[in-house]
């Protein structure tokens, strides 16, 4: 018998014409149900055989039935209580039996269909022209405040609707969408992510088992429209949640889609956003702690200690000292994060290295030209500071040199041909 969830599990389900059902022995309900039924007839026999041979005097209900007022009625109750009782108890020996495999039990009457459950999602009114599929998950996202993130590559390339305003659950809509745009949806935690046939790969993983437990669970809300570049996702997100998270420059130059999010997990958001830049779980690998999150393209050889120590130089005790940095630049107003374009010259954010730190800041003229991507880094170490900025470049010819209070960013590949 076809296990319901309405009786979580059990496998019970209504039976047609309950009254009729004959009984049927089972080997764990049988004797009970079997005695209950037997019982029952016996009283009821006896009882009417009383009454129709005139040795009965006066109506007497018998021993296990109530007192009702006419004695028809009594006997009619009684009959239908010990078929009802016997049914009852048939239908959950048959179910219980056949989870077990016991086919000699099933019964020969069909079940009821079960009525189908109710859509308890809340029903909206949602309207729009046809236009991009961007712009409609976007008014989606914002009239249901569902989480929402499209892949890019889709959303401005590919039109949908024109949607009426009748009421649908916002699930029934998502689905609908998609099925007008030809793409797939996956439910993930704490979103609904659309994407391409063919881009499957997105779904595997995640970047939670490399986070430190406490700061994947921290939850945030942020929105991205299409094309906002990787870099520009993960500074908003490091200002928001007073952490720091920064890629290299291989993995943070990807844009992403469309992302609408609410209240989800660190971890969710930054699964979020590397699916909506199509970047895979094996297409990035992650270094970090409580403190930081760094994100890089795995197979580039990272160095391991950027801090170029020199013999007679003692290393400054500056370095464990904490501080937030903006990159290229503060932002004139704390709650207004500037967004940019493109990685800024290395030779270009020197002076507000200096004023964010405080010590004097220099560069190799060779490596003024090197990209480093806004970011924002909050309350970290110089040193971390120092080893994200760098780590930053593919390449590992690059260190830097600390003594009194100067920091200086320093070649230490192989010659350059001029």
């Not at 993995?251 to 830049?277: F, I, K, M, N, P």
Request: proline fraction near 7%.
């Amino acid at each position: 018998m076809k296990k319901s969830r309405l009786f979580g599990g059990i496998g019970f389900q209504p039976m047609q014409h309950a009254l009729t059902v004959p009984c049927t022995k089972n080997r764990i309900f049988g004797a009970r149900v079997h005695g209950l039924e037997a019982h029952a007839t016996k009283e009821l026999t006896s009882f009417l055989d009383r009454l129709s041979s005139g040795s009965e005097e006066s109506p007497r209900p018998p021993a296990t039935e109530f007192p009702f007022t006419c004695w028809r009625t009594r006997a009619r109750r009684l009959a239908a209580s010990a078929s009802l009782a016997a049914a009852t108890m048939l239908g959950l020996a048959c179910a219980t039996t056949a989870d077990t495999g016991d086919t000699d039990s099933a019964p020969t009457a069909q079940p009821l269909r079960l009525a189908k459950s109710r859509d308890r999602e809340p029903k909206i009114e949602f309207t729009a022209p046809r236009t991009s599929l961007a712009l409609v998950l976007r008014e989606l996202s914002t009239k249901t405040r569902r989480s929402i993130v499209l892949m890019n590559g889709v959303e401005l390339t590919t039109t949908v609707g024109p949607y009426d305003s009748k009421k649908f659950s916002a699930r029934h809509w998502i689905d609908r969408i998609a099925e007008d745009a030809g793409i797939r949806i996956e439910h993930a935690s704490g979103y609904d992510f659309f994407y391409p046939a063919g881009y499957e790969v997105l779904n595997s993983g995640s970047i939670a088992p490399r986070l430190d437990p406490a700061l994947a669970a921290r939850r945030t809300s942020l929105h991205f429209d299409v094309d906002t570049p990787l870099y520009s996702a993960l500074a908003l997100l490091s200002h928001s949640l007073r952490t720091t998270i920064v890629a290299d420059n291989i993995v943070a130059d990807a844009r992403c889609g469309e992302v609408h999010l609410y209240d989800v997990t660190l971890a969710d958001a930054l699964d979020a956003l590397l699916r909506s830049a199509r970047i895979a779980d094996r297409a990035y690998e992650v270094k970090g702690g409580a403190d930081s999150v760094f994100l890089y393209s795995p197979g580039r050889p990272l160095r391991e200690k950027t801090l170029v120590e020199v013999a007679d130089e003692v290393r400054p005790e500056w370095l464990d000292r904490r501080v937030t940095l903006y990159l290229p630049a503060a932002p004139a107003e704390p709650a207004h994060l500037r967004g940019y374009a493109s990685a800024v010259p290395l030779g270009d954010c020197l002076a507000e290295l200096s004023r964010q730190t405080g010590l004097r800041v220099e560069a190799d003229p060779r490596m003024n030209a090197l990209p480093v991507n806004p970011s924002v880094m909050v309350d970290v170490p110089i040193q971390t500071a120092l080893d994200l900025i760098i780590n930053q470049w593919p390449l590992p010819h690059f260190g830097y040199r600390a003594n009194a209070d100067t920091v200086r960013f320093v070649y230490l590949g192989p010659p350059i041909e001029k």
